[in-house]
């Protein structure tokens, strides 16, 4: 069984579309977050949910919206999509007592033309 | 605030020879540290992480790393390099502080390619 799944793996899409990536986590982790790692490989958070309520959300364009709809789903829109999205997107869930390690699905390689 | 640097982008070493990846972080808290592994087109894997319980920490595919404080490092060793080991490290840095978000910053990620 796969413990973070995202989908779709590969997305193309033309600029201004509306496109969604979804993300699940049967790991019983209450914690859940959005990276962009652009491409240069640079990994950045973008957002967090901890128990379906947003705690982190690090200056995104509003066009992304997170969206839990519980605690096991973390699904991520963008509206408008603009060629500088083009990045890969992963999805990661934890438990945040202490040191836990964070678990990352395999990413989803969002291409705007 | 935290930050994490590698040193490094890219570092080319042969089949059999030891593997040292450089990585130099900030922390106005305790913190605790990780390397993941990132295989072509694949997502983060742990590698190892500290969390204050012992200096030298040992990972998987013999990896390990030492946490020195005073020099505000946690660089990455493996004895002896395999083909399989050529892949992206990214050292990350998590802590204490902004209430334990759980949040990890990462370093720019090393290129580690093995030559045969």
């Known amino acids: 069984d796969t413990a973070v799944s995202q989908t779709p793996k590969y997305l193309v899409t033309q600029m201004g579309n509306d496109k969604s990536i979804k993300c699940e986590q049967n790991?019983?982790?209450?914690?859940m977050y959005w990276y962009k790692q652009d491409s240069k490989k640079f990994l950045k958070i973008m957002f967090s949910y901890n128990n379906k309520e947003l705690i982190i959300n690090e200056t995104v364009p509003n066009r992304f919206s997170p969206k839990s709809p519980d605690k096991a789903h973390l699904n991520l829109h963008i509206n408008s999509l603009e060629l500088g999205d083009s990045a890969v997107y992963f999805c990661?869930?934890?438990?945040?007592?202490?040191?836990?390690?964070?678990?990352f699905g395999q990413g989803t390689r969002l291409t705007v033309v | 605030a935290q930050s994490v640097t590698q040193l490094g982008s890219h570092v080319s070493v042969s089949e059999g020879a030891l593997v040292l990846l450089r990585c130099n972080y900030s922390?106005?808290?305790?913190?605790?540290l990780f390397w993941y592994v990132q295989y072509p087109n694949q997502g983060l894997q742990l590698l190892l992480k500290?969390?204050?319980?012992?200096?030298l920490v040992k990972g998987i595919n013999g990896f390990e790393a030492e946490f020195k404080k005073s020099e505000t490092s946690f660089h990455l060793t493996k004895p002896s390099a395999h083909m399989r080991d050529a892949a992206e490290y990214f050292c990350a840095v998590s802590g204490l502080g902004s209430g334990n978000t759980g949040k990890l910053i990462f370093g720019q990620g090393t290129t580690l390619q093995v030559k045969p």
């Open positions: 990661a869930s934890s438990q945040v007592e202490g040191a836990s390690r964070a678990f």
């Open positions: 500290y969390t204050s319980a012992a200096t």
């Open positions: 922390s106005s808290v305790p913190p605790y």
């Open positions: 790991l019983g982790h209450d914690t």
